[in-house]
């Protein structure tokens, strides 16, 4: 048995989202591009495992799709039928920037599965892990509608399928996606058993959204953690995040099961965010997330792409957490690493994470 999964598929690269610009639509002032979440980024990640030969290491998984019923554990009957119905008649927007081509229902619903079926391959010891490649991404995806390129949100949906069909009970989420997993927050915001850990910018999408002092409601008060991080934090300023907030909170949760919603946009070289952690970063924080499910839930642990910008850098950041999960290591140097030295540990960055931990110790000992 290989330890590491890997999931993918060619239908992930034909959802469309068609020549704009960024995160718009081409039109007005706006000259034709290519939209930001095109398929190049996750196919050339795809492309990157097959010419290294590392793909060999993991264990490839066929994805099905998952059924209507089985987005309804996480969406409006109605947003899933809009869904299908701008799918069939050539596409649109399912809420804010939720981008819905031709065939984009079939795909969505494939991507979805793709977790449902990572979901399985852990829990009947398949493999250790998966690395899920899916598209279109899911964390801003709401109730009723869909944010921010996310038709359904599918590692909610994965959570709540973990929790249905193998009675799990307590399930953490780490989002270090650049931006704020608005959707998985609204999802589990009530619950007790589901720890949510945002790790994202501060100041951007969505608006109003991934406050520090928002921490849950009712039952699920202190089991939703925001950490807003200043522009320009690198990796120094994220291992202060989990050395402080993250690894200490975790490890009094003592997860059953974990999934990251694995969004490689915080890196140096994103168009749509301003951070500059490199694929050594992102090696690290998976590192760090393996070893508490090693700890804590005999290594179960899903990662889920979300969101990754940069077409030319985010494969080989992908490829740097895909080298943590599966404990092999490549060999390929990072070739966008010339000479750059980590940026130091400063004060904008230790003043924020320290107030989040000023908020956090009401419910945790930190």
Known sequence: MKHTGFICDESYFWHQTGNGALNLSAGGWIQEDIHAE??????????LLERSKFIKQLQQIEPRSATPREIEMNHEQTYIERIKQLSETGGGDAGVRALVGPNSYEIALLSAGGVLTAVDAVMTEEVK????????????????KGMGFCLFNNVAIGAKYLRKKYGTNRILI??????????TE??????????????HQENTFPKNRGGITYTGEGEGEGFNVNIELPAG?????YRYTFEQVVEPIIDQFQPEF???????DPS????????????????????SIKRLAEKHCNGRLVACHEGGYSTAYVPFCT??????????????ADPFDLGYHEGPLYPNQIEAVDKVVNIQKKYWDL
């Open 38 to 47: 095109n398929p190049e980024t996750k196919r050339r990640v795809k492309n």
């Open 233 to 237: 934090t690198g990796n120094e300023g």
């Open 186 to 199: 609204s999802a589990f915001r009530t619950d007790p058993n589901v720890l949510f850990i945002s790790i």
């Open 319 to 332: 490829l740097r957490v895909l080298e943590a999960l599966s404990g092999k290591t490549s060999g390929i």
């Open 268 to 287: 140096r070289f994103d168009p749509l965010g301003r951070m500059l952690v490199t694929a050594s970063g992102f090696y690290d924080m998976a590192l």
């Open 258 to 264: 974990i999934f990251i919603s694995a969004g490689q």
């Open 129 to 144: 892990n998966v690395y899920a490649l899916i598209r279109p991404p899911g964390h801003h995806a709401e109730f009723e």
């Open 174 to 183: 780490l989002d270090w996606d650049v931006h704020h997993g608005n959707g």
